[in-house]
């Protein structure tokens, strides 16, 4: 994991629609949410692609001081074109762009939380990157296997560069 390098990506501002749910990481609903999303996934008809993004807004100074039982926001979405056919029980999201650390995790899903840790933990403070206030998330894509070892997903952290606080 220590040779676990990222790409830089500008990302272009997206249109996501899903479903929402608060959780902490002592309190994890994400399978919860997950579980209510993918049966209706096919519902929304305006998508671009398959990739099913997870994501995460988390409050400012989040990670300043990690405490388990503080909430956050996860959803579970597609990118679509416009928000004029959204699924009843569906919210919109628009995620704006900017810079992102792209990184390739591969693993069970139970399994990342030791790779989050080396990013947040090891990565990020020796990197000419500071993270930004902006959501986390992952693509989920045609190779993502949730708990299968061979399972792939990417990881975009937001990031700004340090000299431009």
């Known amino acids: 994991m220590d040779n676990m390098e990222p790409r830089i990506e500008i990302l ?7 479903k929402r749910m608060l959780m902490s ?13 993918m049966p209706r996934r096919n519902e929304i008809k305006n998508n671009i692609g ?5 994501m995460q807004i988390y ?19 597609m990118e679509v074109a416009d928000f004029f056919a959204v699924p009843e029980g569906m919210e919109t999201f628009t995620l704006t762009g900017g810079l992102y650390a792209v990184f390739l995790y591969k693993g069970a899903a139970s399994a990342a939380a030791d ?26 894509g045609e190779k993502y ?3 299968d070892p061979d399972s792939e997903e990417e990881l975009w952290i937001p990031v700004k560069l340090k000299n431009r606080q």
Do not use: C
């Open 115 to 140: 790779t989050f840790q080396y990013i947040l933990g090891t990565w990020l403070p020796a990197s000419e990157y500071m993270l930004d206030n902006r959501p986390h998330f992952e693509i989920l």
């Open 59 to 77: 409050a400012p100074l989040f990670f300043d001081h990690v405490d388990p039982k503080r909430e956050f926001e996860k959803m579970a979405a």
């Open 12 to 18: 272009n501002e997206k249109k996501l629609v899903g």
């Open 25 to 37: 990481f002592s309190d994890n609903r994400t399978y919860e949410l997950w579980r209510s999303f």
């Open 50 to 54: 398959t990739e099913l993004y997870s």
């Open 145 to 147: 296997k949730r708990e």
